[in-house]
């Protein structure tokens, strides 16, 4: 997921460069999406990860 936050990001620097400033604005605001998504999902998984606890042998 974080792939296609750089993804994103390199596509807004490309056409920023050129002079795209809707696309390159638009782009930016698809990899903020992502990446707040992916830190949701970071911060849930690692919640359950505590929460269910270790085996203990």
């Known amino acids: 997921m974080l792939g ?6 390199v596509i807004a620097l490309i056409a ?3 002079g795209f400033g ?4 638009a782009s930016i605001e698809i990899a903020k999406i992502i990446f707040f ?4 999902l970071f911060l ?3 919640v359950v990860g505590l929460a ?3 085996n203990r042998i």
């Open 44 to 46: 849930v998984s690692a």
């Open 22 to 25: 809707g696309i390159a604005g």
């Open 37 to 40: 998504i992916a830190i949701v």
């Open 52 to 54: 269910r606890g270790r």
């Open 16 to 18: 920023g460069l050129l």
């Open 4 to 9: 296609w936050v750089v993804t994103f990001l």
